[in-house]
Nanobody, 117 residues
């Protein structure tokens, strides 16, 4: 059974930092493009950043220079370091795993990030 479990969300003031972690189990981690998405109530889920097993990164322009995605394949973990947070970053952040090889994907349950002004 595949599980993606996010942690590290919370409430911070504008300009603060948070580090999100996602622990993956039940899958061949290096087969998967790992990513973070975020969603506001009533809105679609938007890509924040993805990273391949080879380290190729695709990232939302609005987060470049503030957010850094990384992965540790030895630990089956993916991280999102978020610095200089802004109120517009407030959302539920979801961990995502996608395998072009296996043609499947999985979602975590999400973690709330709230940035107050």
């Amino acid at each position: 059974q595949v599980r993606l479990v996010e942690s590290g969300g919370g409430e911070v003031q504008s300009g603060g930092s948070l580090r999100l972690s996602c622990s993956a189990s039940g899958l061949r981690f290096n087969f998967y493009i790992m990513g973070w998405y975020r969603q506001l109530p009533g809105k679609q889920r938007d890509l924040v950043a993805t990273i391949t097993d080879g380290g190729k990164i695709n990232q939302l322009v609005a987060t470049e220079g503030r957010f850094t995605i990384s992965r540790d394949d030895a630990k089956n973990m993916v991280y999102l370091q978020m610095n200089n947070l802004k109120p517009e970053d407030t959302a539920v952040y979801y961990c995502h795993a996608q395998s072009p090889i296996l043609e499947d994907d999985y979602w975590g349950r999400g973690t709330q990030v709230t940035v107050s002004s």
